[in-house]
Structures are given as C-alpha cells and as structure tokens.
C-alpha cells in the first residue's frame, strides 16, 4: 500500500534510503539542510522536496529521520519549522540516527503529547546496506506502532527487531558498536602481526577466514586495509560519537566495557592522525603508524 511519507536528511545513508521508499511506490517528499541535494534527490525519484522540515512532514503518515547526532535531531523535531510542527495526529515518526537513548525518550515524549507515536530505530549495515535496500533495523517503541512501518522499512532492510520500549533501539546500536570496535581492533592487530612476521596478509586471511577468526569485517575490509586504503565506509568521525554514547550509558548502566574504552582512545589517535574521515578499519594505520616511529 503506497503511503505519503517524508524523509529528513539525505546523508550517505538517508540518500539511498529514501530512494528505496520512492522506488516502492510510495510518495516521498524530503528535506536536508543543503537544498541542492534535496533537489538532486527528487529530480532523480520524481519526488518532492521542501525547504523546511515542517513542510515535508506535513500530512504525511510517516515521517523518518536520519541525521547526525543528538543535536541534529533536535534541530529538525523542534520549533516553529520541526516536524512536530507539520505532523497529524495519528502519524509515526521514526529516527534511523544513532543517538543517545535519552534523546529517544524525550523526543518520544513530545511526541506523545501530539498524539504522534515514535519509534527509535537506528541501523546497522552502512553505505553499502543504505545502497544495496539490506540494512538490519533496530527497534524501540510499541509493537502496534511498529507493526504499522515494519513493511515500509522493508523496502530498505533484510531485518527489523523490535526490542524493546522507546530507546531500546538505541541501546542496541550501543551494542552493535561496541562488538564492532572489539572486531575491528582484533583483525587490525593480527594483519599488523602478520605483517611483521613477514607473512603473505593475503593468505592468511584465505587461511584464518574459513574458521572462527572469520567474521564481516574481515571478509569486507581485509583488502583495503592491507593496501592501506580507508576510504570505504563509516567513518572514525562518526564511530567516537557512537562509542562515546555507549560509554556515557555504561557509565549509567553500571556496564564494564574496558575494550571500547581503549578503542575509543585508539580511534582518537587515528583523528589526531589526520584520520577522522578514515574508514573504521583505519586502527591498523595506527599500529603503522606507532611501528614507523620506532
């Protein structure tokens, strides 16, 4: 069933996304801050756009986010041109960024008092994922409001998950990160290791990657980063502002996670290496890096 939505922000991965709600059927007006890219987008999907958040969202059923952080999203919900401004009752709106749970609750809150459900729902799978229609959704809100968009947000994922109440989504992606950072340190170690063992990194990746070393990192970065090549996916920027919103809820939650909080600080050394629009998978281009010095 074709459904009038709106979609704020047109990043990496709100672009592709929206794309995939106008290539369903559905009739997409969006908004981001730049105004050329919002009217790039709609001239490609013979879509609409709108130069402010409350006109997009305007009668609309469904109203989705994906912006930058807790900041951004509040600067597109709030005011006299938020969304919350333009929504009806009755209608949904949902945030794909990754932010803070608390910022989920209180936005959920407002929301509320309009009568407007929401539901957090970060996602996990990249550019790539945003591109390729198979990004895996995680959920926090009421089941019957998630009944009514998981169907919508098929048209750009393989998997949605409701887990839990309002910011449970976010609590997830915390997760998520947090095994990344542990994954990503683990292969960036072991092909710096091998390396200097004066082993073929090609290889041992052939090798190691059959049995339980194996994993979506190693299968999707290995190559690129034994070129030394890190423009090819989320960048490092982006990964602190995650990490730094998991170790803020550990901090609350009461949660030991001593392996994110070290490579929190190792992904800061990659910043100060110039590396911030790196991929996450730059880690080995600082033991490189610290290996060169010596």
Not at 178 to 202: P, R, S, T
Request: aromatic share 8%; charged share 20%; proline share 1%.
């Amino acid at each position: 069933m074709s459904m009038k939505v709106a979609f704020i922000g047109l990043g990496v991965m709100g672009y592709p996304m929206a794309g995939h709600l106008a290539r369903a059927g559905h009739q997409v007006c969006v908004y981001n801050r730049t105004v050329e890219k919002a009217q790039k987008w709609a001239s490609e999907h013979q879509s609409g756009y709108a130069n402010t958040p409350v006109e997009a969202a305007k009668d609309a059923d469904i109203v989705f986010m994906c912006v930058g952080n807790d900041d951004d999203l509040r600067s597109v919900v709030y005011g006299e041109t938020g969304v919350l401004a333009g929504m009806q009752e009755g209608a949904i709106l949902v945030d794909h960024t990754t932010t803070s749970a608390k910022v989920a609750i209180e936005v959920a809150n407002h929301a509320a008092k309009k009568n407007i459900a929401f539901l957090d729902a970060p996602v996990s799978g990249g550019q790539a994922g945003a591109e390729n229609g198979v990004l895996t959704v995680m959920v926090g809100g009421e089941q019957s409001d998630f009944e009514r968009v998981k169907d919508i947000m098929a048209a750009y994922s393989k998997f949605s998950q409701l887990l839990g109440k309002v910011g449970s989504g976010q609590t997830c992606k915390m997760v998520n990160q947090i095994c990344i950072a542990g994954v990503v340190q683990g292969l960036a170690e072991g092909l710096h290791f091998a390396k200097q063992a004066g082993l073929d990194g090609e290889k041992v990746i052939e090798t190691i990657s059959k049995g339980a070393a194996g994993s979506w990192q190693m299968e999707n970065r290995y190559k690129t980063m034994l070129a030394g090549e890190y423009e090819f996916g989320f960048a490092v920027d982006w990964m602190r502002k995650d990490l730094g919103i998991a170790l803020d809820e550990a901090r609350n939650n009461g949660a030991s996670i001593p392996l994110t909080a070290m490579v929190d600080q190792y992904y800061a050394d990659v910043q100060a290496l110039g590396g911030g629009r790196f991929d996450t998978s730059s880690l080995l281009a600082r033991l490189d890096a610290i290996h060169d010095k010596k």
